[in-house]
């Protein structure tokens, strides 16, 4: 009778801890939340992570100095892919399946986030704020992608279309890495060229660590560009543009997408850049200082960085001030499924960014906005904005 007492209540011990690990959701104790993000630190797109990593780790220090989130405090594992996606897959394996991160943010990559949804969705790992504007980040199944900002596709047919009617211009090119992201900055200035009844006259690819643009530009020229849509890296931005300053070519507009807008390209020494378009989901913080919230933002920033505060540190912020609003929102009872509904109930406005985030079920776009800026005295300077819900 003993024995049989024995079995029975090591049984229902077992069957109590398996019931437990059942429910139990990755990345989450009693004290601790883990979060994971897979970016570039060391490549061509690194003057967009770095500064992003920075500003989300300060608004989880300030956070967990406060007691947490329903007291859990944020471990955030950050892993650096220097632009490679196999190393991303890599990457994202260790995070997830190791480290068991709960959610992600910040993932940095068309195509290195495109490799990493299988991985992040068979465990429900969120993927919020990622650092790519792509329409792949909330294509297909969207339960666990959260976008932050406009996408790349939407916010180069608005800035085409605003340089076209400015400039009456009648022949739209594109210069781009032939990538997911590449191809979305090419179909954009080619859709809404056809869409205008423009011709679209001529596009160069290249190779992520190319820097040599005296042909492409050469090309570009002799095909009548009145405007270059430009996908390709940071680095790259500045050289391809300065190399068409060089050769004199100057009554052409470039606009970059979101991947284009940051500060590191308007602070190029001896004007460079100057007369650079971009369009992007959110607006420059430099020329809205006399704000005060964002104001006391960058100057804190840059005391805790020791560092300036640019576009990375904004969207740094903007990324983990949406988290922590959703993880504030699920509740004490932390799960996939109540993170989910916390996301989905997000609205609030975001003065750093100065975009309304606004989640819903059926719509995990943050921000709709999208704003024309051009660099002007070493600044990015806004000369437009559209929000497509106001026409909708």
Request: hydrophobic share 40%; glycine share 10%.
């Amino acid at each position: 009778m003993k024995s049989m007492l024995t079995k029975s209540i090591l049984a229902m011990g077992l069957a109590a801890g398996m019931a437990s690990a059942a429910h139990a959701t990755q990345g989450v104790t009693d004290t601790e939340i883990v979060i994971g993000s897979n970016g570039d630190l060391s490549g061509i797109f690194a003057a967009f992570n770095v500064g992003a990593i920075k500003a989300a780790q300060q608004m989880f220090d300030d956070v967990n100095a406060k007691g947490g989130i329903h007291g859990r405090k944020i471990r955030f594992v950050v892993e650096d892919h220097g632009y490679q996606v196999p190393k991303a897959v890599q990457n994202f394996n260790k995070l997830i399946n190791s480290d068991q991160v709960f959610a992600m943010i910040l993932n940095l990559g068309t195509p290195h986030n495109i490799a990493g949804f299988p991985l992040m969705e068979a465990k429900q790992v969120a993927n919020v704020s990622p650092l790519t504007s792509a329409r792949q980040m909330i294509e297909g199944d969207i339960t666990y992608k959260y976008a932050g900002t406009a996408s790349y596709y939407d916010g180069l047919r608005a800035g085409v279309k605003y340089l076209a009617e400015q400039n009456d211009a009648k022949e739209v090119c594109a210069m781009y890495i032939p990538s997911d992201f590449g191809l979305e900055v090419f179909e954009a200035a080619r859709d809404q060229a056809e869409a205008m009844g423009l011709t679209f006259a001529a596009e160069t690819t290249h190779k992520p660590d190319e820097q040599d643009f005296v042909g492409s530009i050469q090309k570009l020229r002799e095909a009548g560009c009145d405007i270059v849509a430009t996908g390709i890296g940071v680095r790259q931005t500045i050289v391809a543009f300065g190399t068409a300053k060089k050769l004199g070519w100057t009554d052409a507009a470039f606009i970059g997408s979101s991947a284009g807008f940051n500060t590191a390209v308007a602070k190029v020494p001896e004007g460079v850049t100057e007369g650079y378009y971009a369009a992007a989901g959110w607006s420059d913080f430099e020329n809205r200082m006399d704000n005060p919230e964002v104001k006391a933002w960058a100057e804190d920033f840059q005391a805790k960085a020791g560092e300036p505060a640019g576009t990375a540190a904004q969207l740094g912020y903007g990324a983990a001030r949406t988290l922590i609003a959703a993880l504030e929102a699920a509740g004490p009872d932390l799960t996939a499924e109540s993170f989910q509904k916390g996301m989905e109930g997000l609205e609030f406005d975001d003065a750093i960014l100065d975009i309304t985030v606004n989640y819903g079920p059926d719509d995990h776009q943050g921000g709709d906005l999208i704003v024309i800026s051009k660099i002007e005295g070493g600044k990015w300077v806004e000369v437009g904005r559209v929000d497509p819900t106001e026409s909708q």
